[in-house]
Nanobody
Framework: QVQLVESGGGLVQAGDSLRLSCAAS????????TSWVRQAPGKEREFVAR???????TYADSVEGRFTISRDSTKNTVYLQMNSLKPEDTAVYYC?????WGQGTQVTVSS
């Protein structure tokens, strides 16, 4: 059984940083495509970042240059480093791989 557990969310002020973690069990993330998406209240879920099996990354325009996705294969964990956070980054953040998704972690950015 594949499980993804996100952590690291919280309440921060604009300009602060957070690092989200996505720990996997039941499936190795090494070599897999893993994505972060987010959903704000009243809005549809939107793509944030993706890391491919070979390590290439891609980002939504809204987070390009502020967020960094990375992978630690020894810990079977994917991270999302979020810098220069803005109130509009407020959302529940989910990680997913191979159609499996975690339960999400709340990020709230106050102005």
């Amino acid at each position: 059984q594949v499980q993804l557990v996100e952590s690291g969310g919280g309440l921060v002020q604009a300009g602060d940083s957070l690092r989200l973690s996505c720990a996997a069990s039941g499936r190795t993330l090494s070599g897999a495509i893993t994505s972060w998406v987010r959903q704000a209240p009243g809005k549809e879920r939107e793509f944030v970042a993706r890391i491919f099996g070979g390590g290439a990354t891609t980002y939504a325009d809204s987070v390009e240059g502020r967020f960094t996705i990375s992978r630690d294969s020894t810990k079977n964990t994917v991270y999302l480093q979020m810098n220069s956070l803005k109130p509009e980054d407020t959302a529940v953040y989910y990680c997913g791989t191979s159609n499996y998704w975690g339960q999400g972690t709340q990020v709230t950015v106050s102005s």
